[in-house]
């Protein structure tokens, strides 16, 4: 079972308000992952970390931001909540597994995920 | 443009009636193919990986099979808690990033 955590699950809060998502892993994994996703659908990347002092932006046009000053440590920050901004938030991380004599591969392992609502 | 659709949307068994799920890619080269289970309000849960075509892999009432073009989630005398969503990604060789998300086969197993 991945040990990745995500606090807070639920988070209702109203506009305007400056908001982070935690998101903690503790496998010691290099990449880790944010996804969106609305109910029925699918999940939507926005935003990666190859390591310490690394960010990207994903497919996702996002106004969140992200930072990862520690492995384990990944935290989405929004600042300044909108209704727009309510969905279902999930953090991942990924280990590189290899076969031998074959190029690596990644399985992501997926946190529960926070539940945010932007009143 | 790297793809993966899913079929059907949504799928209904009787308890103990075996199906198939779909699940189609298209991607310049292929690094590997995941399953996933999501239950409601929850993060997906991994399956399986599968890497190459002709590969299979199993797990209690689960049977997943990779073609060149196309990968099926067997479900074997399926159970109610076997209800859930289910998703299907991709990972293309030219990506080392990122993974590509289907839309998901929901599953609902009635007793």
Not at chain 1, 62 to 73: A, G, K, L, N, Q
Not at chain 2, 40 to 58: C, H
Not at chain 2, 89 to 107: C, E, R
Request: charged share 20%.
């Amino acid at each position: 079972e991945a040990d990745i955590y995500q606090t807070p699950r639920y988070l209702v809060i109203g506009t305007g308000k400056k908001i982070t998502l935690e998101c903690s892993q503790t496998m010691g994994h290099d990449k880790m992952y944010w996804y969106q996703q609305d109910p029925g659908m699918e999940l939507h990347l926005i935003h990666y970390s190859y390591g310490v002092n690394s960010t990207e932006k994903g497919d996702l046009s996002s106004e969140s931001t992200v930072s990862r000053i520690r492995t384990e440590h990944f935290p989405l920050t929004l600042e300044s909540a909108r209704p727009s901004h309510t969905s279902q938030y999930l953090c991942a991380s990924s280990v590189l597994g290899g076969r031998s004599g074959g190029p690596p591969k990644e399985t992501q392992y997926f946190g529960p995920g926070t539940r945010l609502l932007v009143l | 443009e790297d793809q993966v659709t899913q079929s059907p949307e949504a799928l209904r068994l009787q308890e103990g009636e075996s199906s198939s799920l779909n699940c189609s890619y298209t991607v310049s080269g292929l690094r590997g193919l995941f399953w996933y289970r999501q239950d409601p309000g929850k993060g997906p849960e991994f399956l399986f990986t599968l890497y190459s075509a002709g590969e299979e892999k199993e797990k209690e009432r689960l049977k997943a099979t990779l073609t060149k073009k196309e990968s099926f989630l067997h479900i074997t005398a399926p159970k109610p808690e076997d209800s859930a969503t289910y998703l299907c990604a991709v990972q293309a060789l030219t990506s080392y990033d990122k993974v590509i998300f289907g839309p998901g086969t929901s599953l609902s197993v009635i007793p």
